[in-house]
């Protein structure tokens, strides 16, 4: 299925995702149509249209099939069943969609795939949250199975005989108990998968994290990682060809003495890749555009011997006039309206050398 300029791509889902994805197809010549319950979410603004619905109204979603040329999801946390409906212009595919949902169902998965995982548990129960930390020690993170994201549904254990006070504190959700692995440093590989399965992908930034929250991402990564990357992409493209996936997948690694070892895989664009819109010869969100509608895929190469890029959180957004000024500096504001703490209200990236 290939869709001509012109045409309208739906995106699920109204955060920053979905508006840069939006940006990218209008430079490709494409309408977006965007689909969200919230009342004025930041990627409507840059969008043709917009329907405001909630993700299980199988109607509107039928209708805004209809209107749509093909759809795509700019974040995970959708259920699947809701989805059914529009599967036949959906890329990527609810199998994608899927095993992101489920941390318990993904590690398995990426096991199957070739890609290791750290040591874990699944907690159903108060026996299990006390058999976790018995056989993996502390400290220890528990995460809901389902809907967690930017250190949401977490919670550490690092006391001994605190487990079930732990998981008390994430509401005895379903969740995975996971043992703190001893690494480097933290990279992605971001890999786009055409409908053909061509694949390409680009330099895995280094990201830094605080809170749980991506603040950094910077390319190159370092020695650690680039001796690493060779085997972590081809975990990611594994990922990627065994989903039958359509569009850019990312996937998150910690750089360990003995390897790389599978974070997480987030099924859609990526935070760690908005380097790439400014530092590489196509960004991320233009070649999920490509893949989606059919095209060939864009040169990942990047254009600049260094970029980073950091997340403006909450009120940091308020120092856009000195980072505009900033010479060298590419300053992204999302446009949400009220900054929160932890809030991603926008990026700035920054480009060093040629």
């Known amino acids: 299925m290939r869709v001509e300029p012109g045409g309208t791509i739906g995106i699920i889902g109204g955060g920053q995702l979905g508006r840069m994805l939006a940006v990218a197809a209008a430079q490709l010549g494409y309408k977006c149509h965007v689909f969200a319950p919230d009342a004025d979410p930041c990627a409507a603004g840059v969008a043709a249209r917009f329907t405001r619905a909630a993700y299980s109204d199988a109607d509107a979603l039928s209708a ?39 941390r318990a169902i993904e590690k398995q998965f990426i096991k199957r795939c070739g890609g290791r995982v750290g040591k874990w548990m699944a907690v159903d129960t108060e026996a299990d949250a006390r058999t976790a930390e018995d056989q993996l020690g502390l400290p220890l993170v528990l995460k809901t199975r389902r809907l967690g994201y930017d250190g949401k549904g977490q919670a550490w254990s690092r006391v001994a005989g605190s487990a ?42 280094m990201n830094e994290h605080r809170d749980g929250i991506l603040r950094r991402s910077s390319v190159p990564a370092g020695e650690i990682v680039e001796a690493q990357q060779e085997e972590a992409i081809r975990i990611a493209t594994g990922i990627a060809e065994s989903l039958g996936h359509i569009g850019v997948l990312t996937v998150e690694f910690f750089a360990c003495a003995d390897g790389p ?77 009220e900054p929160r703490p932890g809030r991603k209200m926008g990026h700035v990236t920054r480009l060093g050398g040629a």
């Open 64 to 102: 805004f099939a209809e209107a749509v040329d093909v759809a795509t999801y700019e974040f995970e946390n959708i259920p699947a069943s809701s989805l059914a409906a529009i599967h036949a212009k959906l890329r990527p595919g609810v199998a994608s969609l899927q095993i992101g949902q489920d």
């Open 164 to 205: 079930v006070e732990t998981w008390d504190s994430i509401e005895r959700q379903p969740a995975v108990a996971e043992a703190r692995v001893d690494f480097e440093v933290e990279f992605s590989v971001i890999v786009a998968r055409s409908a053909e399965g061509m694949v390409a992908t680009w330099d895995p930034p």
């Open 261 to 337: 070892i599978v974070n997480e895989v987030a099924p859609r664009v990526h935070n760690s890749g908005h380097w790439t819109i400014e530092a590489a010869a196509t960004s991320q969100f233009e070649q999920h555009i490509r893949a989606v509608c059919g095209l060939p895929l864009g040169s990942t190469q990047r254009i600049t011997a260094r970029a980073s890029m950091e997340n403006l959180l909450g009120n940091e957004v308020d120092g856009w006039p000195r980072l505009v000024a900033e010479p060298g500096a590419h300053v992204h504001i999302y446009g949400k309206g």
